[in-house]
């Protein structure tokens, strides 16, 4: 009897389900105040597609590929669009006005539980207090006390790539391996005032080496925020070594604050973005667990963006060889010691080939979601509460916006020098806009400029594979894994002298 009963509540419980399920799946597809918008059905109805696409590594292709078929306005979750127009991106990212509400960000992706920052912070009180703390780190003078650093490891890094070249026969080394080498210990002297040797030891370090595995598992508790059933799917996601790597990333991370936090202030002030925190950062968390925090959040922010973009732009400088030339007589055209961060900001097509390289490959490669709060975003009235966000991606890739989309052309941004594009740089965004726009953004420009115009000026590259279709086998588990992408440095003679008087 007891039997019996179990069994029809079972079969009960069933049924509710699955009518439930029912009832809200029409309710998704046909009176959701989303529901007018296109996109996949299984978008509309359950948040496994978004995390199908995720987990893929292929998001920025899968969403890509849903805005050719849907439109510039798609739904991609059950509460959540997703835009592909410039209009678009002004209205969620641009500082609100009097008569505009912001866009604030999401609490599923960014949430750190207690343990908020720059980067997380919704509230925008919070985050104004925060980001006027960290901007004297960011400011021009500061950043003009970093170049000297800045120089001494583009010229160690100029150094070991063609030595190890040289050692390697002709073989080539894997250029993605190698160039977060340099992004990653300018980051780590940036941050924590030292260094991750890598370019000196030649060598990825654990921290660097472990990290894509640290992002991933970092980004796992917004897919359970999401949909908390996916927490069942956890084990499936995440490998046992994945969860060391983070314990171990962390406890580095802890470790290496540490030997910051005692250090005497002078040592660094001028050169670690830490010490204006340290200074003045009660209030915005300058205890050890907020410091760790941040510290790892911005050395990914910084470093892992950088090497992106000068990963591909050399990448495609070595696939372009017009495009090469063009890059190598105007930098080769001044001295190696005369490379400043003066002087490059004046170098036209240096510059284009970065903002292209940036178009083109976007470091962060997803819509940065914010929630609506009862707007109109381009034409459309958004509910509040909706979540949207415009994909960096799909925007720099939109035959709509850009003459031949998918192809490197540096030119299309020298402006009276038969630009391509139709709408403009006003159509690019790589570090975001608004009051939550890139605080690091000049810093970046200064080494990205740095090293192509040190690395052109001083080597002769060559490809030693052929790399296949390295963009489009590309994954991104919230930072891109490339495949490797082997090259030669050859040193030219004339610049030895100038890099080896430097140690
Ligand atoms: C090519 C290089 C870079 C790109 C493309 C880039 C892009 C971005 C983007 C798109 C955002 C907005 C993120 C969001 O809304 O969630 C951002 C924020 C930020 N970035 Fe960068 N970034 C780069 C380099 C750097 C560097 C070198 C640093 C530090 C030295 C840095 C520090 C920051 C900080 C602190 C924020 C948070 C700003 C705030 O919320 O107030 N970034 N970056």
Not at 229 to 247: C, E, G, K, Q
Not at 272 to 295: C, M, R, T, W, Y
Not at 357 to 369: E, K, Q, S
Request: proline share 6%; hydrophobic share 45%.
């Amino acid at each position: 009897m007891m039997g019996l009963s179990v069994l029809t509540a079972g079969i009960a419980a069933v049924f509710m389900g699955i009518t439930y399920w029912i009832c809200w799946c029409i309710y998704a597809l046909w009176f959701h105040p989303l529901a007018n918008y296109p996109g996949p059905k299984a978008a509309a109805i359950s948040e496994i597609w978004f995390v199908w696409a995720w987990t893929t590594g292929r998001y920025p292709y899968i969403l890509e590929e849903a805005h050719q078929k849907y439109g510039d306005v798609i739904r991609i979750s059950p509460n959540e669009l997703s835009f592909a127009t410039v209009q678009a991106h002004r209205d969620i990212y641009s500082t609100p006005s009097r008569t505009r509400l912001p866009f604030l960000k999401d609490g599923i992706f960014y949430n750190n539980g207690d343990v908020t920052n720059i980067f997380y912070e919704r509230d925008p009180v919070e985050h104004s207090k925060m980001r006027k703390v960290l901007a004297p780190g960011f400011s021009g003078g500061n950043i003009k006390k970093h170049e000297g650093m800045i120089h001494q490891y583009v010229d160690m890094f100029v150094r070991k790539v063609t030595e190890l070249s040289v050692k390697r026969c002709g073989k080539g080394i894997d250029a993605n391996e190698a160039i977060p080498w340099l992004a990653f210990d300018i980051m780590g002297e940036l941050t924590f005032g030292e260094s991750f040797d890598a370019v000196a030891r030649g060598e990825t370090h654990m921290w660097i080496s472990i990290l894509n595995d640290s992002a991933y598992a970092a980004i796992l508790p917004s897919f359970v925020r999401r949909a908390p059933s996916i927490v069942l799917a956890i084990p499936f996601m995440l490998s046992l070594s994945s969860l060391r790597n983070l314990r171990k990333h962390y406890a580095y991370t802890v470790d290496t604050v540490r030997r910051r936090l005692s250090r005497p202030p002078s040592a660094s002030a001028d050169r670690d973005l830490f010490a204006p925190v340290l200074e003045q950062g009660s209030g915005i968390g300058n205890d050890e667990k907020h410091l760790v925090a941040l510290a790892q959040a911005m050395i990914i922010a910084g470093a892992d963006t950088a090497t992106n973009v000068m990963t591909t732009a050399l990448y495609f400088l070595c696939a372009t060889p017009g495009c090469m030339e063009k890059a190598a007589a105007e930098v080769r055209a001044l001295r190696y010691d005369q490379l400043n961060g003066d002087e490059l900001s004046k170098l036209k097509y240096l510059n284009a080939v970065i903002e292209e390289a940036m178009r083109l490959f976007p470091p962060i490669a997803f819509g940065l979601p914010r929630v609506s709060p009862g707007e109109m975003v381009d034409g459309h009235f958004i509910p509040k509460g909706v979540r949207l966000s415009v994909s960096h991606w799909v925007l720099n890739r939109s035959p709509q916006i850009w003459d031949r989309p998918c192809e490197f052309i540096p030119e299309r941004w020298l402006k009276n020098e038969g630009s391509l594009e139709k709408s403009s740089e006003a159509a690019h965004f790589p570090f975001s806009s608004g009051p939550r726009t890139c605080l690091g953004m000049a810093q970046a420009y200064l080494e990205m400029r740095i090293t192509l115009a040190k690395l052109i000026h001083a080597c002769d590259m060559r490809v030693t594979q052929d790399p296949g279709d390295w963009i489009g086998a590309a994954k991104m588990h919230m930072m891109w894994k490339r495949a490797p992408w082997m090259v030669h440095f050859e040193r030219r003679s004339e610049d030895d002298e100038n890099l080896l008087e430097k140690y």
